[in-house]
């Protein structure tokens, strides 16, 4: 018996650059979009501005502003504390309106996403485990031993941060990415051959993972990039790529005659180095202020620590070299689960404090008296006038070699997104410029290069770099439909990524109400094309 046709197939490619992805469409090395391309809907999308490191899918799976879904970061603070907490959505993704609409699901792998009963299909959350913030999870629970059984773990054993790689690392961790999107080919059109689906949506989460880590190998003008790793592992941009265009070619042949949207969300490119720095400086502007240092007890433990340390320092340079993947791994595996952030300032005296928002847009949040727990500044004509000088003081600081200032513009968030959890976000945005190198990270054989920026207020403040991503996300997106009743071409305009959620239930022929985002029309049958 031939199994029920699936309506619609989405496909996301997490954080893959867009303009990658089109120069390689045009010149073939990624042939299966090319060929969606050619036949289909193609448009250009915009995510989350200055929170679109972690809020890029709560909207777009939501169609709400961060400020109406909450989330900004991974870790945010909880609500009446200082106490940092694993991120909590507050609003219904689409797949929940469709699955009261009767409707059969299958969602893969959709990032920031938790479990949820479907009780007329499946859900499969963090299988992948790239960069895993629930756990592997699934629904029904039953399909988890399934997967392990049939699959097994995703070849990428452990998180991508964290690890300093040479050339054999880089080598090895682009070889089990490449193998990832073999299997998740291998597994998406198994369930989709099971066939009968109104909505089935994998995510591709390696180009995430392979722009973290190896953007430097790539880009031949990063200062961490390394001829001779980079001829020994080839690009791994383009590796990955690959490996996820041939893994769409196969699913979509799965997939029949279904309409089809590929998709990325935010995009990705490179990443040199100076939100690390923002502590100190609201340090040096008076702004906020570092903890007490703490009383310090020495036990035996901290003595063998102390004799490692002085051993590792005496090792030639050369052979810590050698060593660093393995000391690193050693420290992961003894670590543990991750443990949550802490603020590390004196809250008691401290006007304003960081708070976590990614590597690009730093996050500021006011210390006002009466929304935080031992608040200094007051709301009003305080917190204006304070605002106002931080800004001026951030808008200051320049890269001491460049002379560039060091930010492009600090941003009030109010003045981008409202909603009733407009609290939960930080207050102002520190928008920071990479358009020239500031700086390097550590891998095993590559040096690091110091970050140096000055002020009349900061004066001169000098750090390295030591998170080892050389690769961060972009605002700008792309996808392509292709479909029944769907015409080719181009949307001359460029779409919101909360239009996402909206659109998917209006294929369906179900409303998503309260939204802001609003369904696509060129991608619904009959809905026209407006060709650039």
Not at 172 to 185: C, E, F, P, Q, S
Not at 524 to 531: D, F, Q, S, V, Y
Request: neutral net charge.
């Amino acid at each position: 018996m031939t199994p029920a046709r699936t309506r619609v197939l989405v496909l996301g490619i997490d954080a893959a650059s867009p303009d990658l992805l089109t120069r390689w469409a045009a010149d073939g090395t990624l042939p299966n979009l090319r060929a969606l391309m050619d036949r289909g809907v193609v448009g250009t999308t915009r995510t989350t501005d200055g929170v679109y490191i972690a809020a890029t899918w709560p909207s777009l799976y939501t169609g709400v502003n961060p400020a109406r879904h909450g989330i900004h970061y991974l870790f945010q603070l909880k609500p009446g504390t200082y106490r940092y907490q694993q991120v909590r959505l507050e609003r219904e993704a689409f797949w929940h309106h469709l699955t009261r609409a009767g409707k059969r699901l299958a969602l893969i792998d959709i990032p920031l996403s938790r479990v949820s009963p479907s009780p007329s299909g499946i859900h499969i959350v963090d299988w992948s485990g790239i960069e895993t913030t629930f756990g592997f999870e699934t629904s029904p629970p039953e399909l988890r031993g399934e997967i392990v059984s049939r699959w097994g773990k995703y070849p990428l054993e452990v998180a991508c941060d964290g690890l300093r790689r040479g050339a054999d690392e880089f080598g090895a961790l682009v070889d089990k990415l490449v193998r990832g999107t073999r299997l998740r080919a291998d597994m998406t059109t198994d369930f989709l051959e099971r066939g009968g689906w109104d909505f089935f949506m994998q995510v591709f989460t390696e180009a995430h993972c392979a722009g973290h880590q190896c953007w430097h190998l790539h880009d031949s003008r990063h200062p961490a990039h390394d001829p001779a790793v980079a001829a020994r592992v080839g690009d791994p941009m383009r590796r990955v790529l690959e490996g996820v265009d041939a893994a769409i070619g196969r699913i979509v042949a799965a997939a029949g005659d279904a309409t089809v949207m590929v998709f990325t969300a935010h995009g990705m490119s490179h990443w040199y180095g100076v939100q690390f720095m923002l502590p100190e400086i609201l340090f040096r502007l008076g702004a906020a202020y570092p903890l007490p240092p703490a009383p310090v007890t020495r036990g035996l433990g901290h003595t063998a620590m102390d004799a490692a340390r002085q051993v590792w320092r005496r090792l030639p340079q050369s052979v810590r070299e050698s060593l660093s993947p393995l000391r690193d791994a050693l420290r992961r595996r003894e670590s543990g689960p991750p443990s949550l952030p802490t603020l590390d300032v004196d809250t008691a005296r401290s006007r304003c404090f960081m708070v976590r928002n990614g590597n690009l847009t730093g996050g500021i949040r006011l210390n006002l008296i009466g929304r935080e727990p031992t608040g200094v500044l007051a709301p009003g004509d305080d917190a204006e006038r304070f605002v106002a000088e931080l800004t001026r003081d951030l808008m200051d600081i320049v890269d001491d070699r460049t002379g560039r200032p060091a930010a492009r513009r600090v941003i009030r968030t109010s003045d981008l997104y409202q909603g009733e959890l407009r609290d939960a976000l930080p207050d102002l945005l520190v928008d920071w410029d990479d358009a020239a190198p500031t700086g390097s990270v550590h891998h095993a054989g590559g040096a690091a290069s110091a970050v140096r920026l000055r002020s009349a207020r900061i004066g001169t403040l000098e750090a390295v770099n030591e998170f080892t991503r050389t690769g961060d996300h972009r605002i700008g997106g792309m996808f392509v439909a292709a479909g029944p009743g769907l015409a080719q071409g181009r949307i001359d305009r460029v779409l919101s990524i909360m239009d996402f959620a909206p659109t998917f239930t209006a294929m369906l022929g179900v409303q998503m109400p309260d939204v802001d985002g609003k369904p696509i029309p060129e991608l619904l049958p009959g809905g026209g094309m407006a060709r650039g």
